[in-house]
């Protein structure tokens, strides 16, 4: 029979005898290192003073730790036991550790979380905003329910890579958006202690570190001064059918010669027209601000005209679209790409308006104004420097002038007589 007080060489045949009775069986070889016999199982533990006090640590059950295993743990915890560590107290302190972990990553956000949240805290123009939702639900749809403490640089490199072989420029987007909301929920998510729950720098970093952004060609594409008579020719001649108002023709004609955006000059209200003194206002989507333009004559004829017969808010109308005014109409600019053979884009028709102003030589300045850019902040001079709304008309008329030609004047006359 085994003693129950003397130190015994503990053996695995010899702790697999032991029966089921209450006891302590101490090491004869591991001075401190035993097994203590419960009825229903067997542990292995450490017996050490710590400071002057006696302590008793678990090592594990017999069974799951094999005896080496056990002799090897008990000797580094009686070690650290010898330098006044007690192995209860850290192992209190690490599990409290891991509770407030596993409390926090209880709290940690979804992507879809996280992009809610965004949602309710910004406000996105609505294109931006179809953008996002585009990207959420197409590109990263597969992570919505993954937390974003979960989302690696392994995971953001290999999606931009295959987002990149369909599109390139839609792969930058979708990480872009991803970024955009990663940083937010830096910010947005905090612990108790005011701390972030997620790593400070987003895992798009990646991309920038090993350079793998996409590079996109910024598009210069205009319409050629010489193909321009043929474009003109083919908006003016163009037959709305249907549009006794003559929307769509008049919509184009107003692109090109302001240089607006598609979508805000799509949207241009009767309460941004000065009729009396010339003036038309926008509301620029890129950055927000107001801009205002002096119109060249012909522009004002045709808003006179415009005026003469449109009685609701909209310069630019559509009874089938939920907004009341024009949106996008790309099928009328692909007839009249078909009908003249000049291809362009709305986003043309602005280049083009800044083209022809860079070739009459007006200045940075002024083309700056007549575009709406905002001004580089690095740029002392650009806040001394103001344009006249004279200077801004002479642009006006001149761009207009090369614009249309010997149409100007046909033009003119007409819109003057139908605004009578």
């Keep these: 029979m085994t003693s129950k007080n003397k130190r015994v060489r503990l053996t695995k045949n010899l702790i697999e005898s032991l029966p089921a009775d209450p006891a302590i069986y101490r090491d004869s070889d591991l001075i401190g290192f035993a097994v203590r016999v419960q009825k229903t199982y067997k542990t292995y533990i450490v017996e050490k003073k710590v400071n002057g006090q006696a302590v008793r640590h678990t090592l594990g059950i017999v069974g799951q730790l094999t005896l080496p295993q056990a002799r090897q743990k008990a000797s580094e915890t009686l070690a650290m036991m010898g330098q006044g560590i007690n192995p209860n107290e850290q192992k209190r302190t690490e599990q409290k550790a891991h509770e407030h972990e596993r409390e926090l990553n209880r709290q940690h956000p979804t992507l879809a979380d996280a992009y809610t949240a965004f949602l309710s805290e910004r406000t996105l123009k609505p294109n931006t905003r179809h953008d996002y939702d585009k990207v959420m639900e197409k590109y990263l749809s597969d992570w919505q329910n993954k937390k974003l403490a979960d989302i690696t640089r392994k995971m953001v490199q290999d999606k931009h890579k295959a987002l990149t072989e369909n599109s390139p420029a839609q792969a930058n987007m979708a990480m872009r958006v991803f970024r955009a909301v990663y940083n937010f929920a ?33 598009k210069k594409t205009y319409i050629n001064e010489d193909k321009m008579p043929d474009w003109v020719k083919a908006v003016v001649e163009f037959e709305n059918r249907g549009q006794s108002l003559e929307t769509n ?14 979508s805000e000059c ?12 010339g003036f038309v206002s926008s509301i620029d989507p890129k950055n927000s601000e107001v801009h205002t333009l002096p119109m060249g004559d012909v522009l004002w004829a045709l808003m006179k005209k415009r005026r003469k017969y449109i009685t609701g808010n909209w310069v630019f109308p559509s009874a089938k679209s939920k907004s009341g005014h024009i949106v996008n109409i790309s099928k009328v600019r692909e007839k009249i790409n078909n009908e003249c053979g000049v291809k362009f884009t709305f986003h043309d028709l602005r280049r083009t308006f800044a083209s022809i102003a860079e070739n009459l030589d007006y200045g940075q300045y002024t083309i700056k104004r007549l575009l709406n850019h905002k001004d580089d902040d690095n740029d002392v001079t650009a806040g001394y420097v103001q344009i006249s709304d004279k200077k801004l008309r002479q642009a006006m008329n001149e761009i207009e002038s090369t614009v249309l030609g010997e149409w100007r004047e046909f033009l003119l006359d007409e819109y003057n007589k139908k605004a009578l």
């Design 186 to 218: 830096v910010e947005h998510y905090l612990g108790d202690d005011e701390n972030p729950l997620l790593p400070a720098i987003s895992p798009t970093k990646t991309l920038t570190a090993k350079k793998a952004w996409n590079k996109i060609k910024r």
């Design 249 to 262: 023709k008049d919509f184009l004609l107003t692109l090109i010669l302001t240089g607006f955006r598609r």
């Design 266 to 277: 799509e949207s241009i209200a009767w309460s941004a027209i000065d009729l009396k003194y």
